[in-house]
Nanobody
Framework: VQLQASGGGLVQAGGSLRLSCAASGRTSSSYVMGWFRQAPGKEREFVAAIGRSGGSTYYNDSVKGRFTISRDNAKNTVYLQMNSLKPEDTAVYYC???????????????????WGKGTLVTVSS
């Protein structure tokens, strides 16, 4: 599966952005999908993930209540709605996919086999 993330940009603190991740090559409904981010000088970290049907979602505590992950399997697309953005949310955001990941490992970036190129989100103070 090939992944293409989009929707990044420059936004003021308190603003919103919606990221999209379009999957091609195979039906995305077979994959658990995740969003990760990497800020300058920091390691890549888990942001959110969603199960194959969209019924289960998982979040990093730092974004819980502000970010919402969703998916539209008919469009092979996963979304990350980001509200109340903070300067510390500034990072390159990556989407990832895996078919065989188990729930206990869903936050581990090493468990994901497929990655898209990132999209930059910059939040100004």
């Amino acid at each position: 599966v090939q992944l293409q993330a989009s929707g990044g940009g420059l936004v003021q603190a308190g603003g919103s952005l919606r990221l999209s991740c379009a999957a091609s090559g195979r039906t995305s409904s077979s994959y658990v999908m995740g969003w990760f981010r990497q800020a300058p000088g920091k390691e890549r970290e888990f942001v959110a993930a969603i199960g194959r049907s969209g019924g289960s979602t998982y979040y990093n505590d730092s974004v819980k209540g502000r970010f919402t992950i969703s998916r539209d399997n008919a469009k092979n697309t996963v979304y990350l709605q980001m509200n109340s953005l903070k300067p510390e949310d500034t990072a390159v955001y990556y989407c990832a996919a895996d078919r065989g990941i188990i729930q206990s490992a869903i936050r581990n970036l090493g468990e994901y086999d497929y990655w898209g190129k990132g999209t930059l989100v910059t939040v100004s103070s």
